[in-house]
């Protein structure tokens, strides 16, 4: 089992985590602006409704930069999980 399934599941399961982490992201912040929960969600509506564009687009930047961020570290933990795939 460890050495042929889960190797040969690998690369399905960590495809299937970045989707996984993008639609987490996307449903965390949408979330956080219709319950009105303190968060990053609901600073962006915030400033939205309130006409502050700095602000928002400060939000919509570092919402930005925490997928850039996360996709970053599942890089390159496939990177290392799976060193056997590359040439």
Not at 3 to 21: F, T, V, W
Not at 31 to 50: D, H, N, T, Y
Not at 56 to 73: C, D, E, P, T
């Amino acid at each position: 089992m460890l050495k042929i399934g889960l190797p040969n599941a690998m690369p399905d399961i960590l495809a299937g985590m970045r989707l996984s982490m993008t639609v987490s992201l996307i449903v965390s912040v949408v979330g956080e602006m219709i319950a009105s929960q303190p968060g990053l969600g609901q600073a962006i509506l915030l400033a939205a409704r309130s006409f502050q564009a700095s602000e928002l687009f400060a939000g919509i930047v570092l919402l930005g930069a925490m997928g850039f961020a996360s996709n970053v570290v599942l890089a390159l933990a496939e990177r290392s999980l799976l060193r056997w795939q590359r040439p």
